[in-house]
């Protein structure tokens, strides 16, 4: 399993890539690795503002539906678009091509309380 360092990490196996004021959100590699073969995801949140671990979207894997919770309070102001033709880019690239929304985060240090990669691979047992 990848969990790249320069990514912070929730107990919902969300992950957050923080640039300035803006944040990429997608789940994690082992996320991903545990509902399966994704088969579509369903963000209905473009223009809202969330609290930290609202509920923002779900995913539908092949035998489940899973939330995804926004891991810091923020407004969504991108979904990847890409995701509605092709949903398995979450399994094949959940850093890269399978992020999911983009968002202005009210505070940007609340991400300094997320996971750093060590202490997500230790939740995940990896």
Known sequence: MNFPDNLR??????WVLLEGNTATVGITDFAQGELGDIVYVDIPTVGKTLA????FGTVEAVKTVSDLFLPVAGTITEVNAELEAAPDAV???????GW???MTV???ADVNTLMDAAAY?????A
């Open 9 to 14: 990490y929730t107990k919902d196996h969300e």
């Open 52 to 55: 930290a671990e609202e509920v």
């Open 91 to 97: 399994n094949t690239d959940p850093y890269g091509e």
């Open 100 to 102: 999911m929304v983009k």
């Open 106 to 108: 009210t505070n940007p």
């Open 121 to 125: 691979k230790k939740l995940v047992g």
